[in-house]
């Protein structure tokens, strides 16, 4: 996921939008936090967001206490693993919704194979 800019309009002093490309997901954003909250690196950061919004960046005064070289890059990082987990789980839970079909679906050829008649 790549962060593409600072959207002027919703951001001040204490709160930066930063807008990303694709578009941030609740449960991609669900996920960065949980990483964030975990990397020492950004330990003085607060991260948030909105219904319709990119993620919230809350800095206060405490952007200076951060070393902002690399911080856009970590960010980066850490919200394409997050969006790498959430198409892992879905995959999974899309294979796990199919399994059941595609087992009665195969025991359905089957038995049309063996009786030599159509499937309609």
């Known amino acids: ?3 593409t800019s600072i959207n002027r309009k919703e951001s001040d002093e204490y709160n930066l939008e930063l807008n990303t490309e694709p578009k941030l ?8 936090q949980r990483q964030a909250s975990c990397d020492p690196r950004l330990k ?3 991260f948030s967001k909105l219904e319709d ?3 919230i960046l809350h800095t206060g005064a405490l952007i200076d206490s951060v070393h902002p070289e690399g911080l856009a890059s970590l ?4 919200l394409t ?3 790498s987990v959430v198409a892992r789980d879905s995959a999974a839970s899309r ?4 399994s059941p079909e595609n087992r009665k679906n195969a025991i ?3 038995a049309a194979k063996k009786l030599g008649i159509p499937i309609k």
Do not use: Y
């Open 1 to 3: 996921m790549k962060i």
């Open 25 to 32: 997901a609740q449960i991609v954003f669900d996920h960065f």
């Open 44 to 46: 003085n950061l607060a």
């Open 53 to 55: 919004s990119g993620l």
């Open 75 to 78: 960010i980066e990082d850490l």
């Open 81 to 83: 693993e997050a969006e």
């Open 95 to 98: 294979h796990e919704a199919n």
């Open 108 to 110: 359905i050829e089957a």
